[in-house]
Structure formats: C-alpha cells, structure tokens
C-alpha cells in the first residue's frame, strides 16, 4: 500500500469520523413529558370464525379450483426407486516382499 493511498483512506475515516459525530449530536432538547397516543380499539375482522377455520384446514389450490388432493397426489409424484448396487469386487493385497538394497 503506498503512502498517498494510506493517506487519503486516513483523511476519509477523519471525515466520516467527524460526520458521524455531527450526526449523532442533537441539539434539540427532548420533550417534557412522553406523550401517549390512545389507538383506540380495531375494527373486528371482515372474515368469520369459521371461514378462518376452514381457510386454515383446506389448502388454496382446494379453496379456489376444487382440486381433490388425492388425484393430485397420483398424478404429481412418483415412488423413488433404489438404484442398483454393483457389487464391490476386492482388489488382491499386494505381497509385501523384501526389497532388495
């Protein structure tokens, strides 16, 4: 790294340093006193009870295009068959021999 690229990557950190510190600083003084804002109580909800219920049991793709699920369940997968295994034929040990030196 040379010398001016250390330098101008110490001048920019001064900077953002200083920013950050400007930033940070606030010269507006906090409210007396936190006020509290009443939110009232919420509208109920637009759905039924039961309506919910039933949402929560049946999937949408039931809901909205009367899929039966079992059908669907057929026709999308499929049993996954094991691949068959090669039989792992040994390799014969060498002999250990004594070499000559």
Known sequence: M?????NFGFALGVVAREFLR??????????DKPQA??????PPPCVSDSMVREMDHLPAMV???GVDLN???KANTREVEKPVR?????????QLTPVAC
């Not at 090669?86 to 060498?94: F, I, L, T």
Request: no cysteine; hydrophobic share 30%; proline share 6%.
């Open 2 to 6: 040379s010398k001016l690229t250390y």
């Open 22 to 31: 400007a930033m940070k600083k606030s010269n507006i003084r906090p409210a």
């Open 37 to 42: 804002k009443s939110h009232g109580q919420l």
């Open 63 to 65: 809901r909205a295009k």
């Open 71 to 73: 059908l669907w369940y």
């Open 86 to 94: 090669k039989p792992r034929s040994r390799g014969k040990a060498q």
